[in-house]
């Protein structure tokens, strides 16, 4: 992987004490016979290496000058694949997650059997993760705010652990794939409850049951199931209020919802086979 690349020994001592480590460009006039000391591949490297400095400096810019040089001037070496990798590497720590994509898509296009694969669809799924509005207090919660780019988030996520399921990067997918569902399923469940509010519960219930089929496990089911059987509760149809009611108990018994749920259905009566509850999808 990169990181493996990027630990090779360099040529870091004779780079030193010919000067090349810098940013001047390896064609200066102050160091000609130093050029003509280096193979194509070692001033390739040259380039990269100083390129290495500038980035682990932070100063992005420089690096991606570096780094254009060595895919622009020795495209033949090994050192320009990875130079591209760097500059979309650039474009990430500068929080341009756009640009980022760009670079990392055109590096798998153009080197489609590097290593580094891996990694570049690791870096995509991460890029549009970082483009996932965030909760500053002073700000509404994100399940307010435009979500599209948190399902895209999940998207690029779930298609990179269909090709790496055993990646060293999968744990780490996962976790942030289940922290963006948990914001769309956020998401609905306030809308669910918007809509509960204002006498909608057609509506609620739509969108409760849009949580329980594809956001289950996230934390929200016995809330979700809870909030549906009121929902069915106020649109008459007692018997699909039983069976939310009934998987609410069953499957979170300990949960505090299960209590109020056990409650309810005694005091209106309500027991399995009763009104033939239909299929609530939860």
């Known amino acids: 992987m990169l990181r493996r690349i990027l630990s090779q020994p360099p040529l870091?001592?004779?780079?030193?004490?010919?000067?090349?480590?810098?940013?001047?460009?390896?064609?200066?006039a102050s160091a000609p016979e130093q050029q003509q000391?280096?193979?194509?591949?070692?001033?390739?490297?040259?380039?990269?290496?100083?390129?290495?400095?500038?980035?682990?400096?932070?100063?992005?810019?420089?690096?991606?000058?570096?780094?254009?040089?060595?895919?622009?001037?020795?495209?033949?070496?090994?050192?320009?694949?990875?130079?591209?990798?760097?500059?979309?590497?650039?474009?990430?720590?500068?929080?341009?997650?756009?640009?980022?994509?760009e670079q990392?898509?055109?590096?798998?296009?153009?080197?489609?059997?590097?290593?580094?694969?891996?990694?570049?669809?690791w870096r995509i799924a991460l890029s549009f993760?970082?483009?996932?509005?965030?909760?500053?207090?002073?700000?509404?919660?994100?399940?307010?705010?435009d979500l599209s780019s948190t399902r895209d988030a999940v998207r690029e996520m779930r298609i990179f652990l269909q090709r790496y399921e055993n990646s060293e990067y999968a744990p780490e997918a996962r976790r942030l794939m289940r922290e963006a569902?948990?914001?769309?399923?956020?998401?609905?469940?306030?809308?669910?409850?918007?809509?509960l509010e204002r006498d909608n519960p057609r509506a609620a219930a739509g969108r409760l049951t849009h949580?329980?089929?594809?956001?289950?496990?996230?934390?929200?089911?016995?809330e979700a199931l809870f909030l549906l059987g009121k929902a069915y509760l106020q649109l008459d149809e007692p018997g699909r209020a039983l069976t939310a009611?009934?998987?609410?108990?069953?499957?979170?018994p300990q949960h505090p919802r299960a209590a109020?749920?056990?409650?309810?259905?005694q005091e209106r009566g309500l027991h399995q086979g009763d009104d033939a509850p239909q299929e609530q999808g939860g």
């Not at 194509?40 to 100083?50: I, L, T």
């Not at 694949?81 to 979309?88: E, G, N, S, T």
């Open 245 to 252: 009611w009934t998987d609410l108990i069953e499957v979170h």
């Open 181 to 195: 569902q948990r914001r769309l399923a956020d998401y609905e469940f306030y809308v669910a409850t918007y809509y």
């Open 104 to 121: 990392y898509r055109a590096f798998i296009q153009l080197y489609p059997r590097h290593e580094s694969v891996e990694y570049a669809h």
């Open 260 to 265: 109020q749920a056990r409650k309810l259905l």
């Open 211 to 222: 949580l329980l089929r594809n956001f289950a496990g996230l934390g929200l089911d016995p």
């Open 37 to 101: 000391e280096l193979s194509y591949s070692d001033q390739a490297e040259a380039y990269f290496q100083a390129g290495e400095q500038r980035f682990e400096r932070r100063d992005y810019l420089e690096a991606m000058r570096l780094y254009n040089t060595v895919r622009n001037q020795f495209p033949y070496s090994r050192w320009a694949a990875l130079a591209h990798l760097r500059i979309a590497d650039a474009y990430f720590e500068q929080d341009q997650n756009a640009s980022a994509v």
């Open 12 to 28: 870091i001592a004779r780079l030193l004490a010919l000067g090349l480590l810098t940013t001047a460009p390896l064609g200066c």
């Open 129 to 145: 993760h970082e483009q996932m509005p965030s909760d500053f207090f002073v700000l509404p919660p994100a399940y307010e705010r």
